[in-house]
């Protein structure tokens, strides 16, 4: 059993930057890939990034491919997403999820989901 919990959302002007964290509980931490995905009003949940259990691979999405990074620090049960040159398209409610395969941009592989964070990006 992994349980997430997301914090480092808020209100930021288009072209600023905020750092999400997401920490687990747990002492499997390192053995899951872990994720980061969104959800818009009114939108479909999407893929954003992911990263390997070791923290060696990355994946992003092409919306946010070179503005995005993902990293982890397995000694600290913590994954961040630093988001840089925001655009009001990125608002939404940002989760991280853990998944018991490497890593990956499918949702259904995911097994345990935090809560959520806001991110609003005015312009």
């Known amino acids: 059993q992994v349980q997430l919990v997301e914090s480092g959302g808020g209100l930021v002007q288009a072209g600023g930057s905020l750092r999400l964290s997401c920490a687990a509980s747990?002492?499997?931490?390192?053995?899951?890939?872990m994720g980061w995905f969104r959800q818009a009003p009114e939108k479909e949940r999407e893929f954003v990034a992911a990263?390997?259990?070791?923290?060696?691979?990355?994946l992003y999405a092409d919306s946010v491919k070179g503005r995005f990074t993902i990293s982890r620090d397995n000694a600290k049960n913590t994954v961040y997403l630093q988001m840089n040159s925001l655009k009001p398209e990125d608002t939404a409610v940002y989760y991280c999820?853990?998944?018991?395969?490497?890593?990956?941009?499918?949702?259904?592989?995911?097994?345990?989901w935090g809560q959520g964070t806001q991110v609003t990006v005015s312009s």
């Open positions: 990263i390997s259990w070791s923290g060696g691979s990355t």
């Open positions: 999820a853990a998944s018991r395969r490497s890593y990956t941009n499918f949702a259904s592989e995911y097994v345990y």
């Open positions: 747990g002492r499997t931490f390192s053995s899951y890939g």
